[in-house]
């Protein structure tokens, strides 16, 4: 491994044709005496600590890499006479201003700008007829506006990377008159409907598409899935493993040759976690269009998609069953159907999914006994979470009828002795004797007692554990609340990750005031809400789980939340809601307003807790400004890194 700066001894070759310095410890700037290399051809820095500007480079260059280090500035306008340049990889550094122009023009096979902090829009950027693109990477930046229309004139595209920026615009139809097999356009600000019409017969090489975290409504496109002949057709004939990208020929003789490899790579969110492949397989195939407002039915199309690995829908507003045609999908081992409206009962078909790793079928109204049995076997109690019709394992709820539903199948041969079943379930039995007993005692000592303290400061110490909330002293005058919020101050969790847990303390706070009639002014806080009284029985504690649209949308909960704290809450009588905040506060407000006008008392994102309907705003803004006194109903305000959340309590809101 090389270390310290680049040597300026290399800067007298004039001669050098390949500087390959990647995956040292370089430290320092790029030498600006390079550009007077006039024989380089290929350069590269990958994987390094360089600081400072891009220097001038040498014409005569046809591969120039400096990704993953920590370059600063802008793209030098040098960058435009580069003639020769087919490989430009600046991703993964410091870089900012604004894209080129000139970029479009260039003889460029693979543009990889991903990852820097690049703005403007990129309509900007004219691609002529002749373009040779390949490949266009420049996720992860802060770009603008629609995507350039004349990216069509590169007809030999196979990834396009828009993902993680402020794109502003409708489904691109037109691409699909390119080569393309990888389109990830997440985490933007795409909108409007996918009309069957406009994508029918097209997009027939696309193996991978990312549409998550978008704004994406109507229906899911019949005729789009119908379209993906590269995942339906499948890859049987394929006699190697291949992977996207291109080999060129660094040098070559009668006997040998030498070639270097430019792979592609790409972020993708594969079995609940987001992962970097830094090679794509070809064999390779995913749909995720998680985290939009798409609706209607799964259509049955997508089980022909016989070569699928990755299926994310989750977060949507999808309803209906589970196509029996899911069960199809032979090679499927991620499937995310999570945060949806999805009912009925499971297809047992599914069970034969022989490589189904990954189930997430949370937050549904699901109902019936769990399919038993194979794959089903492998997954958690955090698949099924949210259902509450769902019955049978690993759920602790039966189904109370031996033919709904059979424990799985023991793991003894069929010639074995009967002994060791009948071992199986007597041990099953004991320990189910155990904690009923266990839970009766338990039980009688709680609930006989005036009130168990134990039981509530047990809660407490969970919730400080776990949610890790710091109430500050409420301030009175004269018996009199001077100020309407109660503020909580949110600790340790991920800074993409914004959830609010509203338990019990929440709960408590809101029995001291008695619910608001109609009629009652909701502004109104002369009475001392400490000595107001209300009957706590019948008030049912809430956990709100709020997620921000950003995180991938695997569906699961975070760290944070342990799932075995959710658990407890909920054999508390807790019930636990998920919820997702997609909208800055002011634009929610102004819609919940609206439809509480028109006389909708369940607006956007809403919960009963109790006789009280509590609407939860909360705020993608990093610098938001509290709403106005008047406009706060009995607010609990959670912080973090800036973001808000607002619970706005009674039965109607008046601006």
């Known amino acids: 491994m090389v270390e310290g700066s680049v040597p300026q001894e290399l800067m007298n070759l004039t001669r050098l044709r390949k500087l390959d310095l990647k995956e040292n410890n370089l430290q320092g700037e790029i030498p600006s005496a390079i550009g007077s290399l006039t024989s380089l051809w290929f350069?590269?820095?990958?994987?390094?600590?360089?600081?400072?500007?891009?220097?001038?480079?040498?014409?005569?260059?046809?591969?120039?890499?400096?990704?993953?280090n920590q370059l600063v500035g802008e793209i030098p306008s040098s960058i435009c006479n580069l003639s020769s340049l087919q490989v430009l990889d600046l991703s993964d550094n410091n870089l900012n201003g604004i894209i080129p122009v000139c970029l479009g023009n260039l003889t460029l096979l693979h543009s990889n700008l991903y990852l820097n902090d690049f703005h403007g829009e990129i309509r900007e950027i004219l691609f002529p007829k002749s373009c040779s693109l390949r490949s266009f990477r420049i996720s992860s930046n802060q770009l603008e506006g629609p995507i350039p229309q004349s990216l069509v004139n590169c007809k030999n595209l196979e990834l396009l990377d828009l993902g993680r920026n402020n794109l502003t615009d409708v489904f691109p139809y037109w691409l699909g008159r390119l080569n393309l097999q990888v389109l990830a356009l997440q985490s933007n600000k795409f909108y409007g409907h996918i009309v069957n019409s406009e994508v029918a017969s097209s997009?027939?090489?696309?193996?991978?598409?990312?549409?998550?975290?978008?704004?994406?409504?109507?229906?899911?496109?019949?005729?789009?899935?119908?379209?993906?002949?590269?995942?339906?057709?499948?890859?049987?004939?394929?006699?190697?493993?291949?992977?996207?990208?291109?080999?060129?020929?660094?040098?070559?003789?009668?006997?040998?040759?030498?070639?270097?490899?430019?792979?592609e790579s790409l972020f993708v969110t594969l079995k609940g976690l987001e992962i970097e492949f830094k090679r794509i397989l070809t064999t390779l195939t995913v749909i995720?269009?998680?985290?939009?407002?798409?609706?209607?039915?799964?259509?049955?199309?997508?089980?022909?998609?016989?070569?699928?690995?990755?299926?994310?829908?989750?977060?949507?507003?999808?309803?209906?069953?589970?196509?029996?045609?899911?069960?199809?999908?032979?090679?499927?081992?991620?499937?995310?159907?999570?945060?949806?409206?999805l009912e009925g009962s499971i297809p047992a078909q599914l069970k034969n999914l022989g490589f189904l790793a990954v189930l997430n079928l949370s937050w549904n109204n699901f109902v019936g006994p769990i399919p038993q049995g194979k794959q089903f076997d492998t997954f958690t109690n955090d698949s099924y979470l949210g259902n509450l019709c769902l019955c049978g394992l690993p759920l602790s709820k039966?189904?109370?009828?031996?033919?709904?539903?059979?424990?799985?199948?023991?793991?003894?041969?069929?010639?074995?002795?009967?002994?060791?079943?009948?071992?199986?379930?007597?041990?099953?039995?004991?320990?189910?004797?155990?904690?009923?007993?266990?839970?009766?005692?338990?039980?009688?000592?709680?609930?006989?007692?005036?009130?168990?303290?134990?039981?509530?400061?047990?809660?407490?110490?969970?919730?400080?554990?776990?949610?890790?909330?710091?109430?500050?002293?409420?301030?009175?005058?004269?018996?009199?609340?001077?100020?309407?919020?109660?503020?909580?101050?949110?600790?340790?969790?991920?800074?993409?990750?914004?959830?609010?847990?509203?338990?019990?303390?929440?709960?408590?706070?809101?029995?001291?005031t008695p619910p608001h009639s109609p009629n009652q002014h909701v502004n109104d806080?002369?009475?001392?809400?400490?000595?107001?009284?209300?009957?706590?029985?019948?008030?049912?504690?809430?956990?709100?789980?709020?997620?921000?649209?950003?995180?991938?949308?695997?569906?699961?909960?975070?760290?944070?939340?342990?799932?075995?704290?959710?658990?407890?809450?909920?054999?508390?009588?807790?019930?636990?809601?998920?919820?997702?905040?997609?909208?800055?506060?002011?634009?929610?407000?102004?819609?919940?307003?609206?439809?509480n006008k028109a006389g909708d008392h369940f607006p956007l994102y809403a919960i009963c807790l109790g006789f009280e309907l509590l609407t939860m705003i909360i705020s993608g803004a990093r610098h938001g400004q509290l709403?106005?006194?008047?406009?706060?109903?009995?607010?609990?305000?959670?912080?973090?890194?800036?973001?808000?959340?607002?619970?706005?309590?009674?039965t109607q809101i008046n601006s």
């Open 398 to 512: 039966g189904c109370g009828n031996d033919q709904d539903w059979e424990p799985p199948p023991t793991i003894f041969d069929d010639d074995e002795d009967t002994t060791k079943e009948l071992n199986w379930r007597f041990s099953i039995l004991i320990g189910y004797g155990c904690g009923l007993v266990l839970g009766l005692s338990m039980g009688y000592i709680v609930f006989t007692s005036k009130k168990p303290w134990w039981f509530i400061k047990m809660i407490e110490r969970v919730q400080r554990k776990y949610v890790g909330c710091v109430p500050i002293k409420d301030q009175y005058s004269h018996g009199k609340p001077i100020h309407p919020l109660r503020h909580w101050q949110k600790l340790d969790f991920d800074k993409e990750i914004f959830q609010v847990l509203c338990d019990l303390s929440l709960a408590k706070a809101h029995t001291s």
């Open 43 to 68: 350069l590269d820095f990958w994987h390094n600590n360089l600081t400072g500007r891009l220097p001038t480079l040498p014409p005569s260059l046809f591969w120039f890499s400096v990704s993953d």
């Open 627 to 650: 709403l106005p006194a008047h406009l706060i109903v009995e607010t609990a305000v959670f912080e973090r890194l800036g973001f808000h959340g607002y619970l706005l309590g009674g």
């Open 525 to 595: 806080y002369s009475a001392d809400t400490r000595s107001s009284t209300s009957n706590c029985t019948t008030l049912d504690p809430v956990i709100g789980i709020l997620s921000h649209r950003g995180d991938g949308a695997s569906g699961r909960l975070n760290n944070d939340t342990n799932a075995s704290y959710v658990k407890f809450m909920e054999a508390a009588g807790v019930r636990v809601i998920p919820l997702t905040y997609n909208e800055h506060e002011e634009i929610l407000f102004e819609k919940v307003v609206e439809k």
């Open 288 to 341: 995720d269009f998680s985290n939009n407002r798409f609706s209607g039915q799964i259509p049955e199309i997508i089980g022909k998609l016989q070569s699928l690995i990755v299926l994310n829908l989750s977060h949507n507003s999808l309803t209906g069953p589970i196509p029996s045609s899911l069960s199809n999908l032979s090679k499927v081992e991620s499937l995310d159907l999570s945060s949806n409206k």
């Open 203 to 263: 997009f027939s090489h696309l193996r991978i598409i990312n549409l998550s975290d978008n704004d994406f409504s109507g229906c899911l496109p019949s005729k789009f899935f119908e379209s993906l002949h590269a995942i339906s057709n499948g890859y049987e004939n394929k006699s190697e493993v291949d992977y996207m990208g291109t080999k060129y020929v660094t040098s070559a003789s009668y006997y040998d040759a030498t070639y270097v490899y430019y792979d």
